[in-house]
């Protein structure tokens, strides 16, 4: 089944602990992004990949790392997490690196929770 | 930069009624794409329609539809015969034809428009 996964699902933790967020997809699909959705904001670009080894910042990056070393991985690294980063984060794909004109497919979103 | 606008932040009708939710957006680009997604109470985000701006056809899927005007810059979403299962978070996105390295919007979404549809 083609799929954009995300881990973990949920997840609270501390200010300062560093976590990652993985996300997977299993449709060799060049372009992959990471949002973050706040209420009344709606979603807004962290980063995004045009292709392997190809990262750039979108909207909103401060505090987010993303490392593209492989084609189905894109994992969201926090640092030094904030609590203004508690938020619902989802990852996406798409088929073409330098259109994201196709559709594109979300994971089904990680909850974070930075007390 | 693009900018997407959904001025309707909640909508509420009940079940059978027809519904538009409006989408305005921004850009410099002749060439663009625009989508709807659906989110509903679930949380995951639901592709609906992608839409290019050399295509000003109306679309209809069953009960959704879409105008498109480029003279207004908006991108309406219509449900007719609202239903009960329409509930959820709908969000309107732009999209500049291509990337270039070096920090250019992706995808930039509207806040979005909760809709209600009571029974």
């Known amino acids: 089944e083609a799929q954009v996964t995300q881990n973990p699902r949920y997840l609270i933790t501390v200010t300062g602990k560093k976590l990652t967020v993985t996300c997977s997809q299993n449709?060799?699909?060049?372009?992959m992004s990471w949002y973050r959705q706040d209420p009344g904001l709606g979603l807004r670009q962290i980063y995004y990949?045009?292709?392997?080894?190809?990262?750039d910042k979108g909207d909103v990056p401060e505090g987010y790392k993303v490392s593209r070393k492989e084609k189905r991985n894109f994992p969201l690294i926090l640092e030094s997490p904030s609590p203004n980063q508690t938020s619902l984060y989802f990852c996406?794909?798409?088929?073409?690196?330098?259109?994201?004109?196709?559709?594109?497919?979300f994971g089904p979103g990680t909850r974070l929770t930075v007390t | 930069a693009q900018k997407v606008t959904q001025a309707q932040t909640e909508i509420s009708v009940v079940e059978k009624e027809d519904v538009t939710l409006d989408c305005v957006y921004e850009?410099?680009?002749?060439?663009?794409?625009l989508f709807w997604y659906k989110q509903p109470p679930s949380g995951e985000l639901v592709f609906l329609i992608r839409?290019?701006?050399?295509?000003?056809q109306n679309e209809i899927s069953g009960r959704y539809s879409w105008n498109f005007q480029k003279s207004t810059s908006s991108f309406n979403f219509t449900i007719t015969a609202s239903q009960v299962v329409d509930s959820a978070v709908y969000f309107c996105?732009?999209?500049?034809?291509?990337?270039?390295?070096?920090?250019?919007?992706?995808?930039?979404f509207g806040k979005g428009t909760h809709l209600i549809i009571q029974p």
């Open positions: 839409r290019n701006s050399f295509d000003e």
């Open positions: 449709m060799n699909h060049e372009y």
């Open positions: 996406a794909s798409s088929l073409s690196g330098t259109a994201p004109t196709y559709e594109q497919y």
């Open positions: 996105a732009l999209s500049e034809a291509f990337l270039l390295p070096g920090g250019a919007d992706g995808l930039t």
């Open positions: 990949s045009m292709n392997v080894e190809v990262t």
């Open positions: 850009t410099r680009d002749t060439t663009y794409y």
